[in-house]
T-cell receptor
Framework: AQSVAQPEDQVNVAEGNPLTVKCTYS??????LFWYVQYPNRGLQFLLK??????LVKGSYGFEAEFNKSQTSFHLKKPSALVSDSALYFC?????????????FGTGTQLKVEL | DTGVSQNPRHKITKRGQNVTFRCDPI?????LYWYRQTLGQGPEFLTY????????KSRLLSDRFSAERPKGSFSTLEIQRTEQGDSAMYLC???????????????FGPGTRLTVT
């Protein structure tokens, strides 16, 4: 069985400061890892993914994430936060051994960026 | 390409009634997924199709739920004899998930919010 843990329900950061949203995972086989963002009353938007290759992946809106196999982590980062980044962020994992690349999501982390 | 669309966006029904939701995926995507999301939780996998074949169903999907994807295009999710516990956001996603052009990320529609009274 595959699982994702997002240990922080909420992360608060000042605009202009770096942000990190944490994610750890458990999966059989090689993980496929994803970050999605959800704005109120809107669907999930894909931000970035790790499938293979370079451990640092870059995505939309200046976000990046680092895959760490030994720590089974895939933390989301951004060097300089914007108020408009405030939203609900989900980490998700899938694998070929899981069948069909179905996604297992964490419970989400609410990011609040303040002026 | 207009992305994944879902209809209706909202549905209010009385307990015991049947409801059907529709999902139109991104046209070139061969995989289509259904998820359910309740307040404060991440989406939970329900079922998925590769082209027209339904390849996996979650144990969350009781016998009252059925999904189809005729001709490998749009999909419908039907819930029979709805219960209050079925109240949730039902999300559809599609991906190019197999073959040489596979990209694996799933693109989600806006969801259908079901309220069972």
């Amino acid at each position: 069985a595959q699982s994702v843990a997002q240990p922080e329900d909420q992360v608060n950061v000042a605009e202009g400061n770096p942000l990190t949203v944490k994610c750890t995972y458990s999966v059989s086989g090689n993980p496929y890892l994803f970050w999605y963002v959800q704005y109120p009353n809107r669907g999930l938007q894909f931000l970035l993914k790790y499938i293979t290759g370079d451990n640092l992946v870059k995505g939309s809106y200046g976000f990046e994430a680092e895959f760490n196999k030994s720590q089974t982590s895939f933390h989301l980062k951004k060097p300089s936060a914007l108020v408009s980044d405030s939203a609900l962020y989900f980490c998700a994992v899938s694998s070929l051994t899981g069948g069909g690349n179905k996604l297992t999501f964490g419970t989400g982390t609410q990011l609040k960026v303040e002026l | 390409d207009t992305g994944v669309s879902q209809n209706p966006r909202h549905k209010i029904t009385k307990r015991g009634q049947n409801v059907t939701f529709r999902c139109d995926p991104i046209s070139e995507h061969n995989r289509l997924y259904w998820y359910r999301q309740t307040l404060g939780q991440g989406p939970e996998f329900l079922t998925y199709f590769q082209n027209e074949a339904q390849l996996e169903k979650s144990r969350l999907l009781s016998d009252r739920f059925s999904a189809e994807r005729p001709k490998g295009s749009f999909s419908t999710l039907e819930i029979q004899r709805t219960e209050q516990g079925d109240s949730a956001m039902y999300l559809c996603a599609s991906s190019l998930g197999s073959g040489r052009q596979a990209t694996y990320e799933q693109y989600f529609g806006p969801g259908t919010r079901l309220t069972v009274t």
